[in-house]
């Protein structure tokens, strides 16, 4: 039996089978062979976004913010022009690989960069021919994982291998939050049908990237992997030739649609569907778990038990210290 649906939510029960049923050996064993997770901390973000498209006032101020566009943040009127949040992106991987070169860091050679850095300023529309149709161009990922990984915004979403690292950020950061929050979620998504896809005439356009693992310690101790949607990028060239009075040009305006609708209606389109013969119900590319927000304790306390604390997912002192936060987050909700 084939299918064509992207997402099933399920709500899972505050009870103890929790435990069970994310084993190895439980009711989601199946998720272990085929998939990767993402935590989050709350059910209020809704939607599965990278974090250069969040839409709240302080992720935007901070995107045109990290890039130097002077004059550009929530309360300009063309603040949601695609082209200027590719623009931005761009600038905040240059300006991060300047900086990190000048100081003699490892960084992923990608020669885009090193050529263009004495310039002050990367326009898209200027480098069309060496940045391509896609954004982010696939030269760029390697780069635009470790900005990421160090905080700066860009297309990508982080993804863990290890179902029990996704659920340590999905759970730790319930313990720290002050909010109304009512469940807690953990993203999984199959990664082996995108790859399985993937030479065939049903590819969907969901590029998967492994980082060099050597490059950044944390990534490597989280077993991290990062998803970039295929984006097009917007050229200003393109679009004044395609109309006779450039004052009607309409600018594209970025999407802040989540993954599992751009998926959604990528499929729908191009009618692809996956599965095969003898199986009953073929599951979807993405699960999206509700878990209640008052078994954050109990499940913090169990990967702690079982060694996955922040020890073990960040390096030396950094490890040590996120991990007696998190210690004191827990016993002060436990005894609430």
């Known amino acids: 039996m084939t299918t064509s649906k992207v997402l099933k939510e399920v709500w899972v029960e505050d009870n103890d089978s929790f435990f069970i049923d994310f084993s190895p050996i439980g009711k989601y064993s199946f998720l272990f062979e085929r998939y990767i997770f993402r935590g989050e901390r709350t059910e209020k973000f809704n939607k599965l976004l990278p974090t250069s498209l969040r839409e709240d006032e302080w992720s935007i101020n901070n995107l045109y913010g990290y890039a130097q566009l002077s004059g550009m943040n929530i309360l300009h009127p063309q603040h949601k022009f695609e082209s200027f949040y590719q623009s931005a992106e761009l600038n905040i991987l240059m300006n ?20 263009h850095s004495l310039e002050m300023f990367l326009s898209v529309d200027i480098l069309k021919y060496e940045i391509g149709d896609i954004w982010l161009p696939n030269d760029f990922l390697e780069l635009a994982a470790l900005a990421q990984h160090y905080g700066l915004p860009t297309r990508l979403i982080d ?41 065939t005439v049903d590819r969907i356009p969901l590029r998967l990237v492994v980082p060099e693992q050597s490059k950044n310690p944390n990534l490597n101790y989280q077993k991290g992997v990062l998803s970039a949607w295929e984006y097009r990028t917007v050229y200003m060239t393109d679009l004044m030739r395609t109309i006779d009075n450039p004052q009607g040009l309409k600018m594209p305006l970025v999407s802040y649609k989540s993954l599992d609708v751009l998926i959604q209606e990528y499929v729908d389109e191009k009618n692809i569907s996956w599965g095969g013969v003898g199986v009953e119900e073929q ?54």
């Open 96 to 115: 991060f690989y300047k900086a990190a070169n000048d100081k003699g860091l490892d960084l992923p050679d990608v020669s885009f960069f090193r050529k």
């Open 159 to 199: 993804w863990s291998k290890d179902i029990y690292t996704s659920l340590y950020f999905a759970s730790s950061g319930a313990l720290h939050s002050q909010d109304d929050s009512q469940y807690f979620i953990l993203y999984a998504l199959d990664y082996f049908t995108i790859e399985y896809l993937k030479n």
């Open 283 to 336: 599951e979807p590319l993405i699960y999206k778990f509700y878990i209640p927000i008052n078994m954050a304790t109990r499940i913090y306390d169990y990967l702690l038990k079982i060694g996955y604390g922040a020890d073990r997912l960040f390096t030396g002192f950094e490890g040590i210290s996120t991990m007696l936060k998190d210690n004191m987050a827990y016993h002060n909700k436990k005894s609430k």
